[in-house]
T-cell receptor, first 112, second 114 residues
Framework: GDSVTQMEGPVTLSEEAFLTINCTYT??????LFWYVQYPGEGLQLLLK?????DKGSNKGFEATYRKETTSFHLEKGSVQVSDSAVYFC???????????FGQGTRLTINP | DAGITQSPRHKVTETGTPVTLRCHQT?????MYWYRQDPGHGLRLIHY???????DKGEVSDGYSVSRSKTEDFLLTLESATSSQTSVYFC?????????????FGQGTRLTVV
């Protein structure tokens, strides 16, 4: 079945550092790919998405490119802030199935 | 913010008792989902619904049942709670009208089974 694998955390960075969180997936067909973020004590909220190969999703300085050849959707940000501290989830929605499959999540902590 | 409300937000219950969690939406979305969140496992799908009285199992459905008698309400029942069901439970909704539809999540219910 469909699955998502994220780099294991936790990840700790200093403010203004470059961020990469790796995500790879296994799916049949052409899934849509997502990054969700969860701030402490809250539910998940959509950060960005891409629905077809080579699409780039972007939001709040974060970017991820849908790479079909490497089945990847890595999350990047050029300069992180303390407010980016949260748990980040990579997810996919398979073609024809309206349910999200999540990776295990990566906890990110940004120190001032 | 999407209109999605979970109740209760916190619950402590004893092993062997039945527990029902409620998810209520005001968005008229077709799809509703129940996930559980556990450290090291991310979010795992328990059950989902694609319409009134239309439900299907997710990857961790054993010990859980659901019902959806109205578009706006999706109930999750733990028939006989066990300690392994201690978790944070999230409800989500989606309109599912097109590929890549965004899912909106509730605030979560923290359930402790003692």
């Amino acid at each position: 079945g469909d699955s998502v694998t994220q780099m294991e955390g936790p990840v700790t960075l200093s403010e203004e550092a470059f961020l990469t969180i790796n995500c790879t997936y296994t799916a049949t067909g052409y899934p849509s790919l997502f990054w969700y973020v969860q701030y402490p004590g809250e539910g998940l909220q959509l950060l960005l998405k891409a629905t077809k190969a080579d699409d780039k999703g972007s939001n709040k300085g974060f970017e991820a490119t849908y790479r079909k050849e490497t089945t990847s959707f890595h999350l990047e940000k050029g300069s992180v802030q303390v407010s980016d501290s949260a748990v980040y989830f990579c997810a996919l929605s398979g073609s024809g199935a309206q349910k999200l499959v999540f990776g295990q999540g990566t906890r990110l902590t940004i120190n001032p | 913010d999407a209109g999605i409300t979970q109740s209760p937000r916190h619950k402590v219950t004893e092993t062997g008792t039945p527990v029902t969690l409620r998810c209520h939406q005001t968005e008229n979305h077709r799809y509703m989902y129940w996930y559980r969140q556990d450290p090291g496992h991310g979010l795992r799908l328990i059950h989902y619904s694609y319409g009134v009285k239309d439900t299907d199992k997710g990857e961790v459905s054993d010990g859980y049942s659901v019902s959806r008698s109205k578009t706006e309400d999706f109930l999750l029942t733990l028939e006989s709670a066990t300690s392994s069901q201690t978790s944070v439970y999230f409800c989500a909704i989606s309109d599912g009208h097109r590929g890549g539809s965004e899912a909106f999540f509730g605030q979560g219910t923290r359930l402790t089974v003692v």
